[in-house]
């Protein structure tokens, strides 16, 4: 973590690695896993990556304070690649990492009131943030019903979908 002030600008770094992985070879229970055995298990060797957990991750930003009280910033996030959960074996393809881009501003208006507004995510960038494997919902069909759910792919892939473009205005008061 790095952070600083060069005159009006204040501005940070932090980068983190995360090596989590597991430590001892295991059976991992994964029916819905494309490589499971008939028993729905799946083999996790020492050093696999614990699902659901990116190793790198970046973020950098900064503000900007003019003399009349208006602070404008800007911050990146980068996260890497994850596995998905129920692929504690490593065997299947990686959600993609993903980087997203944030503004803001504030206007002091007196020593307690402050305007401000912000925009998350900047891009609308599209991007998955979490993973997990999961049982065919068409199984839960009963026997002769229509699939309610038709799918390609048998197991099914649940992707939990990162926040789209938003933004904020507000006044903030401190008593």
Known sequence: SLFG??????W???YGYLEATYQSAFSAVSP????ANAEGEIQVQ???????????QLKLGGDYLFPFGLS???DMAYFSDQYLRG????????????????LRASYEITNSVQLFANV?????????????????????AEAGA??????????????GAGAPRAGFVGLRINL
Do not use: C
């Open 12 to 14: 940070f770094m932090n």
């Open 46 to 56: 020492k050093g696999d990556r614990i699902p659901g957990i990116p190793a790198h």
């Open 120 to 140: 998350q995510n900047l891009f609308n960038k599209d991007y998955e943030n979490f993973g997990l494997l999961g049982e065919d919902p068409n199984e839960l």
């Open 5 to 10: 002030t060069t005159g009006a600008l204040n």
């Open 32 to 35: 819905a896993h494309d490589f």
């Open 146 to 159: 229509a699939a309610p759910f038709p799918l390609a792919n048998p197991s099914a892939r649940f992707l």
């Open 72 to 74: 404008v910033g800007a």
């Open 87 to 102: 692929d504690e074996s490593n065997q299947l393809s990686t959600i993609d990492g993903y980087t997203v881009f944030n």
